[in-house]
């Protein structure tokens, strides 16, 4: 695994983690509205409902909490590895990977063009596809390697 592709899944797990957060907020307003019409208390087909959302939450949950733990591995990995990088590109690179940001979010805070963060990102991301191995694998929790690493079935994209 490289540098990138674990900065490809830290930025995709950051919008899975956004997703499943609105799930879950969304079935806590379909809760909501169940208890207000009996809840598990009530109807039966009002309860059977009830215990639906009760535990697609549970299983969302669950799935977030995942998505959490992997998400502070990469983002702690990815950080580390960016350090020597020129400070532009470390920035961009942290801003767009580790916080999810969009590129232009990304040029707005630190005051520099589009085209320069765009510059700087792709200057980044050449370093970061050669850097693999053991310097990636050093940065990361033998849990997450395990499960996560290559050939773990977690696909990577770059």
């Given at each position: 695994m490289t540098a990138l592709e674990l900065m490809a899944a830290c930025r995709r797990d950051n919008q899975e983690k956004a997703r499943l957060e609105a799930q879950i907020e969304e079935l806590d307003d379909y809760i909501t509205c169940v208890?207000?019409?009996?809840?598990?208390?009530?109807?039966?087909?009002?309860?059977?409902?009830?215990?639906?959302?009760?535990?697609?939450k549970d299983e969302l949950e669950k799935r977030l909490y995942e998505t959490k733990k992997a998400l502070a591995a990469e983002s702690a990995a990815a950080i580390l590895l960016t350090e020597s990088l020129p400070d532009t590109q470390?920035?961009?690179?942290?801003?767009?990977?580790?916080y999810g940001k969009?590129?232009?979010a990304v040029a707005r805070?630190?005051?520099?063009?589009?085209?320069?963060?765009?510059?700087?990102?792709?200057?980044?991301?050449?370093?970061?596809?050669?850097?693999?191995?053991?310097?990636?694998?050093?940065?990361?929790p033998p849990w997450y390697l395990k499960k996560y690493g290559e050939?773990?079935?977690k696909e990577w994209d770059s």
């Amino acid at each position: 695994m490289t540098a990138l592709e674990l900065m490809a899944a830290c930025r995709r797990d950051n919008q899975e983690k956004a997703r499943l957060e609105a799930q879950i907020e969304e079935l806590d307003d379909y809760i909501t509205c169940v208890n207000a019409f009996g809840g598990a208390g009530g109807h039966a087909s009002v309860s059977d409902r009830y215990a639906d959302y009760m535990a697609r939450k549970d299983e969302l949950e669950k799935r977030l909490y995942e998505t959490k733990k992997a998400l502070a591995a990469e983002s702690a990995a990815a950080i580390l590895l960016t350090e020597s990088l020129p400070d532009t590109q470390r920035k961009s690179m942290r801003g767009f990977y580790v916080y999810g940001k969009t590129a232009a979010a990304v040029a707005r805070e630190l005051h520099y063009s589009a085209s320069s963060i765009a510059k700087a990102l792709a200057a980044a991301r050449a370093v970061c596809a050669l850097i693999g191995g053991d310097a990636v694998e050093d940065k990361l929790p033998p849990w997450y390697l395990k499960k996560y690493g290559e050939g773990a079935g977690k696909e990577w994209d770059s």
